[in-house]
């Protein structure tokens, strides 16, 4: 199974990046994933947040158009415990899901045409992160799932 993680801009914090290259590394052992990019809109700060929504949601729409299982990161979504997630991702792999897309969108979430996309929303906490953060929680959490299905020593309860 391939997992890719979608995003809206660069990330921009080095110390954010640095953290992320430390679990993207560790996850090449266990899986087939990436990050793609959806385009990083220029001068947001002059768009009204509405307008940004939707920009960024047509930058994100062709990435996703045609895939079958696409998870929007949100705070609406269902949460999960880590055991959980590991639960919902050894289940996709099983029934032979060969393509699993998670989507985190900008700071003013998904427009209405990306939601209907999707397979479903998943929550990583009740709190709010900005958008860069929750690049690299996703990252460790998507590891610690892999190490909880493998029962490596990673996790513990």
């Known amino acids: 199974m391939k997992i890719r993680l979608i995003v809206t801009g660069k990330t921009d914090a080095p110390w954010l990046q640095e953290g992320m290259n430390v679990y993207l590394k560790r996850l090449k052992h266990y899986i087939n994933f990436d990050i793609k990019i959806a385009g990083d809109l220029k001068n947001s700060a002059a768009l009204a947040p509405a307008l940004q929504k939707e920009k960024e949601g047509d930058a ?12 929007l990161l949100d705070e609406r979504g269902d949460e999960y ?24 969108g900008g700071p003013y979430g998904f427009p209405e045409k990306l939601v ?5 929303k998943i929550s990583l906490s009740k709190l709010t992160f900005s958008h860069q953060m929750v690049r690299l929680l996703f990252v460790e959490q998507l590891y610690r799932a892999l190490t909880i299905i493998r029962g490596e020593p990673y996790h513990h309860q």
Do not use: D, N, Q, W
């Not at 994100?60 to 998870?71: A, R, W």
């Not at 880590?82 to 899901?97: R, V």
């Not at 209907?116 to 479903?120: N, R």
């Open 60 to 71: 994100i729409l062709p990435l996703i158009e045609g895939k079958k299982e696409v998870y």
């Open 81 to 104: 415990t880590s055991e959980g997630l590991a639960g919902m991702l050894e289940h996709k792999m099983i029934t032979g899901c060969r393509e699993l897309l998670f989507v985190i």
């Open 116 to 120: 209907k996309k999707a397979t479903g």
